[in-house]
Each structure stands twice: as C-alpha cells, then as structure tokens.
T-cell receptor, first 115, second 116 residues
Framework: AQKVTQAQTEISVVEKEDVTLDCVYE???????LFWYKQPPSGELVFLIR??????QNEISGRYSWNFQKSTSSFNFTITASQVVDSAVYFC????????????FGGGTRLMVKP | GAVVSQHPSRVICKSGTSVKIECRSL??????MFWYRQFPKQSLMLMAT?????????EQGVEKDKFLINHASLTLSTLTVTSAHPEDSSFYIC????????????FGDGTRLSIL
C-alpha cells in the first residue's frame, strides 16, 4: 500500500526566507506519480506540479523548485524568497500506476510566512 | 484548462437533513470521479471512487448507506449525505479524471458542510 509522509506539520518563516517542505513516500509500484498541491484558507486545492517516477529531473518554476530523489523516496518542495501569499497548507500526494488514479495525500504542511 | 465545478460551496443545515453535493466536469468527460473528505486541520481522505454507470467503490470505514454516490452521466456525480449529523460536518472535495489514460485528476473547489 502507498503512503506519503510530510513530517513537518507547521513551518513559520519570515518573508524573503527560503523554505523547504519535505515529502517522503512509499510505494511498491515502479510506475507512480507524485504531486504537490497548495490549499489556501479558502479551501480549494491548487495544483502545483506532477512528476512521474521515470523523470527524476528537478524542476524550477519561478520561486518554486522541486527535488525528486528516488534513492531516498523523497520529493521535496522549496520556495525561494517566500512571500506572505505563500501562506497555505501544502500537500504532497501519490498515485500509483496511472496519474488519474486515486491520490494518497500526505498529512500536509502548514506554512506561515510572516511579514 | 479542465474545470470541475462543485456545488454548493457551503451548506449549513439542521441535524437530520439530507444534503446533496454536485460535482460537474465542465469541459471534459469524466469516467471516474473521486470524493474526498477533509476534517479541520487534517489531510484529505478518499471516501469513494465512482465510475459512470456503475456502483461506487467505497473505502473501508465509509458507510455507503450514509454517503450515497450517483454517477449517472460522464459529466456529473453527486454525493448525498443522508440524515446528516454534526459529526458529518466536514469539507468535501470531488475530483474528476478524463477518459484518456494517464490524465491527472482535476479538483472542485470543495463544499464546506456544517450540521447544527
């Protein structure tokens, strides 16, 4: 069975600091997909990234970057120069075999960016 | 991009009321829809998977007679919380995926259900 662990339940930083959110996963499948979602206080899930298990290239999108390491089963998310608008709960998730299969979510990390 | 509409966004009602939540895929056909529940300050937990034209598959511990799911068309799935009680108060989120394999899920904006 698959499992996603986000060890950090809450992180508080001051604006402009860099912050890394950790995600560790477990799966028996060789084909799987990893996701990060942002959930602001309004509740909707905002899709940030999807990565399949065969693509270990790190990705950068503006202030966001992701580090996928199969060797440690980790898919960490870094926000550079954090802003107050980054305050939200961030979820890492996993789906096995097919990107459209059910998602197993991590417990989420609540990020608070203070001005 | 693909859009999933979930309605209503917020419901407040008395204990014993049945509440229906709709999940619509607006610009694609969704063969599969998922229903998740999220309690305050917790993660999303899958409740059930519904496939168009067939019975929903419920996760362990989810009462199918309590949470009725209907996926009558390729663009609409409904979740009915029957005889809701305060412990059913939660945030319910649906997601839908298209007919082509490998497509990711698209999420609705969620329904915040409060039972008094």
């Amino acid at each position: 069975a698959q499992k996603v662990t986000q060890a950090q339940t809450e992180i508080s930083v001051v604006e402009k600091e860099d912050v890394t959110l950790d995600c560790v996963y477990e799966t028996r499948d060789t084909t799987y997909y990893l996701f990060w979602y942002k959930q602001p206080p309004s509740g909707e899930l905002v899709f940030l990234i999807r990565r399949n298990s065969f693509d270990e290239q790190n990705e950068i999108s503006g202030r966001y970057s992701w580090n996928f390491q199969k060797s440690t089963s980790s898919f960490n998310f870094t926000i550079t120069a954090s802003q107050v608008v980054d305050s939200a709960v961030y979820f890492c998730a996993l789906s096995e075999n097919n990107a459209g299969n059910m998602l197993t979510f991590g417990g989420g990390t609540r990020l608070m960016v203070k001005p | 991009g693909a859009v999933v509409s979930q309605h209503p966004s917020r419901v407040i009602c008395k204990s014993g009321t049945s509440v229906k939540i709709e999940c619509r895929s607006l610009d694609f056909q969704a063969t599969t829809m998922f229903w998740y529940r999220q309690f305050p300050k917790q993660s999303l937990m899958l409740m059930a998977t519904s496939n168009e034209g067939s019975k929903a598959t419920y996760e362990q511990g989810v009462e199918k007679d309590k949470f009725l799911i209907n996926h009558a068309s390729l663009t609409l799935s409904t979740l009915t919380v029957t005889s809701a009680h305060p412990e059913d108060s939660s945030f319910y989120i649906c997601s839908a995926r298209g007919t082509r394999g490998g497509q990711p899920q698209h999420f609705g904006d969620g329904t915040r259900l409060s039972i008094l």
